[in-house]
């Protein structure tokens, strides 16, 4: 089991109870094969630059610990997400 850390903006525009929604279906996905351990929920921030004609995003980042197959499998359904607008995902083992 190696530790990780997903970083994703979700679409500004959302209401708040779709966004909570975006949320635990991350939080499931992970679930299922590994173990969440932080959830820190940075809110409504400006972006560095517009990402699909965007300036503001909401910001999450989630820690956990998973077996090694697990951020590939979140990456394939983290970019079918129409809700997620950027993600990330760093293996915090490595030095």
Do not use: C
């Not at 921030?45 to 951020?71: C, H, S």
């Amino acid at each position: 089991m190696n530790k990780y850390e997903v970083m994703f903006i979700i679409d500004i525009d959302l209401e708040d109870a779709k966004k909570e929604a975006v949320i635990e279906t991350v939080k499931e996905i992970i679930s299922a094969e590994g173990e969440v351990s932080k959830v820190d929920v940075w809110g409504a921030r400006k972006m560095a630059y517009p990402i699909q004609k965007k300036n503001d995003g909401y910001y999450v980042v989630i820690e956990f610990t998973a077996a090694p197959t697990l951020p590939k499998e979140l990456d394939r359904r983290m970019k079918i997400s129409e809700n997620i607008i950027r993600h990330l995902i760093v293996n915090l083992d490595e030095k």
